[in-house]
């Protein structure tokens, strides 16, 4: 239900901006989030954004380079990834949580909360 794209191949300081794409009809009642995981290392959060899109969250070391928007008309969730570091490297994971109208400004920051995952989609940042 959840479809991950835009990933590539990019030099340091380049840019990219990933899509989720969700297969449901009130998308507006899911809040999202972007994991990654690298080789051989543990799935971190990258960022978050409540249904209602009102609410963002980035963890520190993507903070002032990554953007998360969405766009509910197109069922679509963006992460635009800005001066990207050999550290971002990763494969990039969406995820989606089905939440109720009391909750559409909060984010949720841990994996344990997100019922839906997407594919990965493969982010390399090397010179």
């Known amino acids: 239900q959840l479809q991950a794209s835009g990933g590539g191949s990019v030099q340091p300081g380049g840019s990219l901006r990933l899509s989720c794409a969700a297969s449901?009809?009130?998308?507006?009642?899911?809040?999202v989030g972007w994991f990654r995981q690298a080789p051989g290392k543990e799935r971190e959060g990258v960022s978050y954004?409540?249904?209602?899109?009102?609410?963002?969250y980035y963890v520190d070391s993507v903070k002032g380079r990554f953007t998360i928007s969405r766009d509910n008309a197109k069922n679509t969730v963006y992460l635009q990834m800005g001066s990207l570091k050999p550290e971002d490297t990763a494969f990039y994971y969406c995820?989606?949580?089905?939440?109720?109208?009391?909750?559409?400004?909060?984010?949720?920051?841990?994996?344990?909360?997100?019922?839906?995952w997407g594919q990965g989609t493969e982010v390399t940042v090397s010179s």
């Open positions: 995820s989606a949580k089905r939440i109720t109208s009391a909750y559409s400004e909060r984010v949720y920051r841990h994996d344990y909360y997100y019922d839906y």
């Open positions: 954004i409540s249904s209602s899109g009102s609410s963002t």
């Open positions: 449901v009809l009130d998308f507006d009642s899911y809040a």
